[in-house]
């Protein structure tokens, strides 16, 4: 059973500063997801990475994929309150053909602060 | 809005009650997932659908659980004799039938179930 592991699983920082957040596999993605999910409401999509090495910006979110599609990290550049949230991260264990269920990390809990 | 709805947005509950969930999900898509969240945890994936399939239900937590989609559009998840380890968050999410190249998934707000 493939295993996500998230890090930090807190993280409080004032408005304006950096942060990276992790997400590591027990085996390699098939198609590594990130969702943001905010207090009472259901996950959204962010971005999708598929191949290893994969960079893709979103604004002021930066992810990354590592080449051996084991890991990723999700970089926030000059944070915002608007950025909180619960951050996940998500795959298809048996491959993006598959279309299964996904797999979800626990989550890193956010909060910018004003 | 086109997006997955969910009814009730929250339940609360007597230990021993039965509760029924609906899911709407976006009109195109053919594949309907449940997932349970607890606090401090993922989502945690419970049974799908492909249109009035049921693809997996092994997954659901017990006997007591149960879903259908009866016309391959709207689904429902009972649970009978809820316990107080049944409170957590239900959501619902749907895709079309190979979720994109990537297994895009589009969650709704989720059903908050409290048991008291």
């Known amino acids: 059973t493939q295993l996500l592991e998230q890090s930090p699983q807190f993280l409080s920082i004032q408005e304006g500063e950096n942060l990276t957040v992790y997400c590591n596999s027990s085996?390699?993605?098939?198609?590594l997801q990130w969702y943001r999910q905010e207090p009472g409401e259901g996950p959204v999509l962010l971005v999708t990475?598929?191949?290893?090495?994969e960079v893709k910006k979103l604004k002021r979110l930066t992810f990354q994929f590592g080449d051996a599609r084991k890991d990723s990290s999700l970089h926030i550049t000059a944070a915002q309150p608007g950025d909180t949230g619960l951050y996940l991260c998500?795959?298809?264990?048996?491959?993006?053909?598959?279309?299964?269920?996904?797999?979800f990390g626990k989550g890193t809990r956010l909060s910018v602060i004003a | 809005d086109t997006g997955v709805s969910q009814d009730p947005r929250h339940k609360i509950t007597k230990r021993g009650q039965n509760v029924t969930f609906r899911c709407d999900p976006i009109?195109?898509?053919?594949?309907l997932y449940w997932y349970r969240q607890t606090l401090g945890q993922g989502p945690e994936f419970l049974t799908y659908?492909?249109?009035?399939?049921?693809?997996?239900k092994s997954r659901l937590l017990s006997d007591r659980f149960s879903a259908e989609r009866p016309k391959g559009s709207f689904s429902t998840l009972e649970i009978q004799r809820t316990e107080q380890g049944d409170s957590a968050m239900y959501l619902c999410?749907?895709?079309?039938?190979?979720?994109?190249?990537?297994?895009?998934?589009?969650f709704g707000p989720g059903t908050r179930l409290t048991v008291l």
């Open positions: 085996s390699v993605f098939s198609s």
């Open positions: 999410a749907s895709s079309t039938l190979g979720g994109g190249v990537y297994n895009e998934q589009f």
């Open positions: 659908f492909q249109n009035e399939a049921q693809l997996e």
């Open positions: 009109s195109e898509h053919n594949r």
């Open positions: 990475v598929v191949t290893g090495g």
């Open positions: 998500a795959d298809s264990p048996e491959g993006y053909s598959g279309n299964t269920p996904l797999v």
